[in-house]
Structures are given as C-alpha cells and as structure tokens.
C-alpha cells in the first residue's frame, strides 16, 4: 500500500507555497519528542543517558499542540524516548489527527500490543515500528533479546486493526547488506507500507563509539544495499535522498526542515546535536547560526553525517527547486532500477567480524518508570 494520495498533495502543495512565498528555511517534518525515558537501553541511542530528573518529565498534550501549531509542518514525526510510555500519548495523537497532521509515532512496539486499544485507525497516523534488520541484528542493535519477534507481532496486529505502519531501520558500521536486503524483503512480506532508513549518528552520549560510519562507508554500504533494488520494496523516505545515501548526489544539510521540540524547548540547530535551545520557533529560525552547520560548514560534529532528519528535507527540496530535480524524482520513482554489477558483487565481500555493540545496564531507574507508565 503506498503513501496516501492525500498525503503526497498535502505535502507537495505545501512546499510549493513555501517555495511561492520564497521561504527559504521552512520546516517540513516537526520531531516532536514528549518524553526521553524508554523501555529500551540501545547502544547507539544518545537519548536515555539523561539525568533521571530530566528522563521523568513529559510534554503535556497542550505543549505539544502549541510546538505544532507554531512550527506549520504538515508531518509529526513522534520519536523520543518510547512515545507509548507517555501517560498521554492518545491525547497527543487525537490532537494532531483532529489538526489533519500526518503523524509517524515512532516505537520500539514492545509496548504496541498492549496500547493499541487507546488509538483509532487513521490516514492521518502511522505507527514508524523500530526494526534495525533480521532478528539476530536487530536484538543486538537494541540490546534486547526478543526484541524482533515482539516487534513483529505488533506489526501484525497493527496491520489486521488496519493501521498504517512502516518500519525505521538505522544502520551502523558492520550492517551486512545482504542480511539488509534479506530484512527488506521481510517487511514488505509482513505488508508494511514502507521502510524508513537511516545512517547511524555519533552522539556524544551514546555508550558505543565505535559503530557509526564515515561518509564514504555509509555511501559504499548503501549502494551495496540500495543498488539492483526489487520492485517489491517500498520505501517511505525521498527517492532522491535514497541516491544521497548511494553517493549519487550529494545536498547541504537544511537543518531547520526537521526541527525539534522537547523538554528542554526548540532544539539548536537539529535533532543530533545540542547547542542551546530556543523559546519558539521563530527564534530557533532566527537565532541560530544556521551557516555553522552542515558538512560543508567545517564543523567536525557534522563531517560524516549523513542522517535523515538532517538530509531529507533537503532531497525533498531539491525535488521543488527546479524541472530536473522534478524530474529526476519522477525518474527515480518509476523508471530506475539501479542496475550495479559491482554492487552486486560488493554484496559477497566477506564481511569483518562485528564486535558486539556495548550492552549497558538497564537501571533500575528506566524499569521503575515502565512500571509506573503501565499503572
Ligand atoms: S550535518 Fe547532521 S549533525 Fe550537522 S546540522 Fe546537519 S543534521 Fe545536524
């Protein structure tokens, strides 16, 4: 099932009026982030590492509405944390759908079975299922054996409750392609919609250093990955950010087309990096130092990002910028198959051992709060 027709309107008409007011820094995706605690301990996560004061406070519904209406994106992407350990999280989404946002509710889904009843099926909300490949991978991506299989069976529930879901997979160094493609072909088999994908980030905070990919790493791994693609795969991400990831083009990074808003306030300047926080979105837009970010910029927290909530805004961007990149997106979409035989063979390079990503402990903080949520 591909995205909704109304969805795609939604977000082309949007841009173009943008484009038609000459907005320059428009925001296309808000990160909403209600809550930073979660019910898992991932090794690449730089979220959960937060003092247990800052890991107890929640976004109230209104707070969330505010950062909603002021920011005008046309997409709620819902990331955290574990959004389903929010005590409100229904009244959060019956606020966004009731505002015609289209909402991706970003989850682990080891708490999705038991939630479920508390939401309506709706164009307007996705359910983003974290998976970060076949069982064995994704266990160990997310430090938790069982993981998968409990991810799945949300999936299943979810899609037989006829709610729209995708899955988000976030790739580190040592991801085996063909494992990858493999995982690729399972989801579609599940029915998802899509498939979200991603390079991993270096955050300061997160326990294991040692697994996130340089950019020309990420671009070899996604063309082994992406190239010779199988007409069955679906992916919810800009056809163009795909061929940024293969290396097939290169953009700026357009930081303020995913802003981000949590507990702390408007984030600066993106959703990886920290460097202050605003009152409102207009002041994040006005105030930051947008020219000391990006790849190009020289700043080493950004030299080998390559992330999604820092480029695909600016693929979609360059789709409405000019008639090649309309139709290079069209192109892309329904004509290329990315035919590499050299990708083909990358995909039987034997693969490095993978050391094990760092389990760190769940304390007893993170389970406290599981239970207090499911009170
Ligand atoms: S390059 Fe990455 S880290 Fe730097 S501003 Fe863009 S998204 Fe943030």
């Known amino acids: 099932m591909p995205v909704p027709v109304s969805q795609m309107w939604t977000v082309a008409s949007y841009v173009i009026r943008q484009k ?3 907005r320059k820094q428009y925001p296309l995706v808000l990160m909403l982030e209600p809550l930073f605690r979660c019910n898992l301990a991932c090794a690449g996560c730089g979220k959960i590492q937060y003092p247990a004061h800052i890991l107890k406070k929640d976004l109230s ?11 005008g994106a046309p997409m709620v992407s819902i990331p955290g944390g574990e959004p389903l350990m929010h005590p409100e999280i229904d009244k959060i989404v019956e606020g966004l759908v009731a505002r015609k946002k289209y909402i991706y509710l970003c989850t682990n889904a080891l708490l999705l079975k038991e939630k479920i009843d508390l939401f309506k099926p709706s164009k307007y909300l996705t359910f983003s299922v974290h998976l970060d490949g ?3 991978e994704h266990d160990l991506a997310v430090c938790r054996e069982g993981g998968y299989d409990i991810a799945v069976d949300a999936v299943k529930e979810a899609l037989k409750r006829g709610f729209r879901v995708t899955t988000n997979t976030t790739l580190f160094d040592g991801a085996n392609p063909k494992s990858v493609r493999a995982f690729f072909d399972e989801m579609m088999d599940l029915g998802v919609e899509g498939m979200m994908l991603s390079p991993g980030y270096s955050y300061d905070k997160a326990p294991d250093q040692k697994h996130f990919l340089g950019r020309a790493r990420t671009r070899r791994m996604f063309r082994a990955i992406l190239s010779n693609r199988k007409k069955s795969w679906q992916f919810n991400l800009s056809p163009l950010f795909l061929e940024f990831l293969m290396g097939k083009r290169t953009y700026p990074c357009t930081p303020w087309g995913m802003p981000t808003y949590n507990v702390f306030g408007w984030q600066k300047p993106c959703y990886l990096l920290q460097d202050g926080y605003a009152e409102s979105f207009k002041e994040l837009i006005e105030t930051t130092e947008w020219q000391n970010y990006g790849t190009e910029s020289g700043n080493p927290a950004c030299a080998n990002c390559m992330v999604h909530s820092g480029y695909e805004a600016s693929a979609v961007n360059a789709t409405f910028s000019s008639l090649e990149g309309f139709l290079a997106t069209v192109k ?3 004509f290329t198959k990315y035919e590499d035989e050299q ?7 034997p693969q490095a051992p993978v050391n094990p990503l760092i389990q760190i402990e769940p304390t007893q903080r993170t389970s406290h709060h599981l239970q207090e949520t499911r009170a």
Do not use: H, N
Request: one cysteine or more; charged letters at 35%.
């Open 343 to 349: 990708a083909l063979r990358m995909l039987d390079e």
């Open 61 to 71: 519904p209104e707070e969330c509405f505010r950062a909603v209406d002021e920011c």
């Open 134 to 136: 076949q069982r064995e």
């Open 20 to 22: 038609l007011a000459g």
């Open 332 to 334: 892309a979409t329904l």
